[in-house]
């Protein structure tokens, strides 16, 4: 599915009207018609992570998930062990659990390499790289 199809899809499943979306993103109501139309092919990317808020997606997945479909779908090739993969994708797509990927949303770089490092450091703990 093209990015653009995804946003209208996306869209019609929530519920939402252009308006809506164009005011949770800040911009005109012509401008997410024309992302669904394809006429705008790029986006800045605070938009981009504002649209993917709105329509309770990933940001990744506005990237254009065009070049490997099957990649997009398979979460257990990214994680080594299934229940991981199976955990991660309900973060995701949880709206009340997704303390993890929310988490960074208003953090600085510095406060972001804080939290990494403290990610490795439980990984070391635990003897994973």
Do not use: C, Q
């Not at 990214?78 to 953090?107: C, W």
Request: charged share 35%; proline share 4%; net charge negative.
């Amino acid at each position: 599915m093209k990015v653009n199809e995804l946003i209208a899809n996306r869209r019609k499943e929530l519920g939402l009207t252009l308006e809506e979306v164009a005011d949770k993103v800040g911009v005109s109501k012509s401008t997410v018609k024309k992302w669904e139309s394809g006429y705008i092919k790029n986006m800045r990317r605070d938009n981009m992570a504002l649209l993917a808020d709105a329509l309770h997606i990933s940001p990744l997945e506005l990237l254009g998930p065009d070049e490997d479909p099957k990649a997009a779908d398979d979460s257990h090739g990214y994680y080594v062990d299934p229940e991981v993969a199976a955990l991660a994708e309900e973060l995701r797509t949880d709206p009340d659990r997704r303390i993890l990927f929310d988490a960074t949303k208003d953090l600085s770089k510095d406060d972001i390499d804080i939290v990494l490092n403290l990610i490795n450091g439980l990984k070391a703990k635990e003897g994973k790289k």
